[in-house]
């Protein structure tokens, strides 16, 4: 994809936090962007179309994407969840969203995948998009998934995706942890950006993360992307560590993952 703008950009997902952000700053890239959400949009602005639809529905799915040049699959469960709440978004609806794409010929694809993907390392180890992964939870497993998805449909049929494992894509980090995970909204668009318009990526994985100082992942398989971030959480750590520090058993300061790497198991709570 060598062009500048798409004719008809679906962002799914458009109505949670980072789709709100996003349905502002990927206008530049589209002719039509073309939002969908489970939840209501509210009203249509100037090239923007408007689409309820539930992920896990295959039609309307299939629907959605019809007539669509690319897609920013932000759509899904956004937390940790039981493992049905998962599957109906986030394991169907990325097998829904694929092969509406195989049958409607959509040829690039950004994947909304998760640092959770790999959220059982520890702070202490270094990663790359080689490393395997070590999925934190029902919500992280659905992130492996989606990449597994995403590598399939690429050698099968052609369609490339850019997988991004957003780190903490927060207004501001706020804690420790996203001193190392912070992915500011302008440097978030940036990567979607080159996700859609970098030529040949196959499928590439990419750690969603800013300019930090101390960071646990190297990008170093997706440089071809040409990813630059402007921002660093830097400015903000006097703040946060003049904050109490967690225990030292604390997943927030074990665990990549942070607190999701405890929650559950869900059905003991019934």
Not at 209 to 236: C, I, Q, T
Request: glycine residues 10%; hydrophobic residues 40%; proline residues 5%.
């Amino acid at each position: 994809m060598e062009e500048t703008r798409i004719g008809r950009l679906l962002l799914t997902g458009a109505a949670g936090g980072l789709g709100q952000v996003l349905r502002r700053t990927l206008k530049p890239m589209a002719e039509v962007l073309r939002l969908s959400d489970v939840h209501p949009l509210g009203d249509a602005q100037p090239h923007e179309e408007l689409q309820v639809c539930d992920l896990s529905d295959k039609q309307a799915v299939d629907a959605l994407v019809q007539g669509c040049g690319a897609v920013v699959h932000m759509g899904g469960v956004s937390v940790e969840r039981p493992f049905d709440e998962i599957l109906e978004a986030n394991i169907k609806g990325v097998f829904h969203l694929y092969e509406a794409a195989r049958r409607h010929q959509v040829r690039r694809i950004v994947f909304a995948s998760s640092n959770h993907a790999v959220g059982f390392y520890r702070q202490s180890d270094r990663l790359d998009a080689r490393s395997p992964t070590r999925p934190d939870g029902y919500y992280g497993l659905s992130k492996v998934y989606g990449e597994q998805m995403a590598s399939f449909y690429y050698d099968r049929y052609g369609i490339e995706t850019v997988s991004i494992r957003i780190g903490t894509s927060v207004a501001e980090p706020l804690d420790r942890r996203a001193l190392h995970t912070w992915l500011s909204f302008g440097d978030l668009t940036e990567l979607i950006r080159c996700g859609l318009f970098t030529p040949d990526v196959g499928h590439t994985v990419v750690f969603g993360m800013s300019d930090n100082k101390e960071v646990w992942w190297d990008n170093r398989y997706a440089a071809h992307l040409g990813f630059v971030p402007a921002d660093s959480s830097e400015p903000f750590r006097a703040r946060i560590e003049a904050q109490p520090a967690p225990a030292a058993d604390d997943p927030v300061r074990v665990y990549q993952g942070g607190v999701f790497t405890a929650r559950g198991p869900f059905e003991d709570a019934n």
